[in-house]
């Protein structure tokens, strides 16, 4: 018998037209729809009660996953990720805008940023699709949008790089006096983000635009640099912007000052109509001497769950790794007071456990002699810096988050810890934080 060795010898592969006759297109299809989806769940995760660094990271290897499977099948994947923008969902845009900026292919760059520019849903998802490239890669993209014309294009430069934590040097200042106010408002958030101290005057003098949004991020990259007085002025700037009430009041108590921070709380507690933001406040201060008042707080349904979360905050204690926790009541509570509000499903408590009132009193007759009253704690350790690593390691993400902006005040030259970030990079990042200690 004989045997063709030349042909043996020959390199077996395809011809890329040949490729794409084998893609095999409902698979492609369901890594857009997992990518797409997973991308959104990620997205919720971010700020949930229930997800550490841990978990986020195998959601994000997930997503990478699919977006690799959808990157493999070239332009049949390309092509049914265009197809999935029919749904109107914002993951697709997102599947869309990281294939497109990944290969940094120009023409499908333009549809990527015009599909991102179309809605503020859409826009959020570029900006995660830009956060998610190797910011290698993203040099020309990121310098081409700073010399653009267009404010929105500067105003993508920012919040990308914001996401990369990368400072967009000149550009931050020239933004700080453009007309357009949304891109004045993403200037001015960079200030605190990369720590720019240079430009604090600017960040001043943003506390006296008319824009709403600018006097929020004014106030608060002011708190970042640890400016007097600027928590005062976060606090009285995010009162009256929806959406920004809560990171207003925990920013504004942790910057402050302790006795500040007790009014504030004390302030807020003696109305019903504000005991929750009490709570919040609370848990930002840290002193565990709001405890025995956070136990009163829980037998209240409206409020059980937040003050559960602030207990947790202060103590460490996790209700669900101690089996503090009960079923939710049965029906819904009801105020002594008819004037006072009955909200007991508010968004922030989503996925929060139920606390165990008699349990969690018990556990602090144990554990409180470990605290000392007018010392501030974040999820059991003082407030300093390498307990907030730790946190950072192992916490849940409002956690920390809460660390991140609380070391960011603390080291001079460090810029706020980026808790969105992808979890490979932030681990690899915590490593080194690690070594050099």
Known sequence: MSVNTAALLQPIGFAPSEITRLVNRPVVEEHVGQAAALWMLRER??????YKLLHLARLDERVTAHLEGVHTAGDTGWQLACRALESGDAG????????????????????????????PAFTQALVAALAWIEPERLRDTLERLARSTLPVHRRLQLAAAGAHRLDSGTLIPQALGATDASLRSRA????????????SAAAQAGLADGDAGCRFWAAWSLVVLGEPGAPTRLFESGASLPGRTRLAIEH?????????????VRAFAADPASR???????????????????????ADARFARVAGEAFTMI?????????????????????????????PDHPDDDELPWPDVDGLAAWWHGHRSAFEPGQRYLAGQPVAVQP??????????????AAAFELARLVPGASLFAVAARADWQQRKLERHRRAA
């Not at 001015?188 to 430009?199: M, P, Q, T, W």
């Open 388 to 401: 907030l690593l730790t946190v950072l390691a192992n916490g849940y993400q409002r956690q920390r988050a």
């Open 276 to 298: 929750r933001e009490g709570i919040v406040a609370a848990a930002a201060l840290g002193d565990p001497a709001a405890v025995p008042w956070l136990l009163q707080a829980m």
């Open 252 to 264: 504004a108590v942790r910057a402050d000052d302790m006795q500040a921070g007790r009014e504030r």
């Open 45 to 50: 995760a971010l700020a949930a009660p229930h």
């Open 92 to 119: 697709a845009c997102f599947v869309v805008a990281w294939l497109a900026f990944r290969e940094q292919q120009p023409q499908r760059m333009r549809l990527a940023l015009q599909c991102g520019l179309a809605t």
């Open 315 to 343: 103590t460490g204690a996790d209700l669900d790794e101690l089996g503090l926790k009960r079923d939710a009541p049965a029906a819904p509570a009801e105020a002594a007071d008819p004037a006072e509000p009955v909200d």
């Open 188 to 199: 001015l958030r960079a200030v605190g983000e990369c720590k720019r101290r240079d430009l």
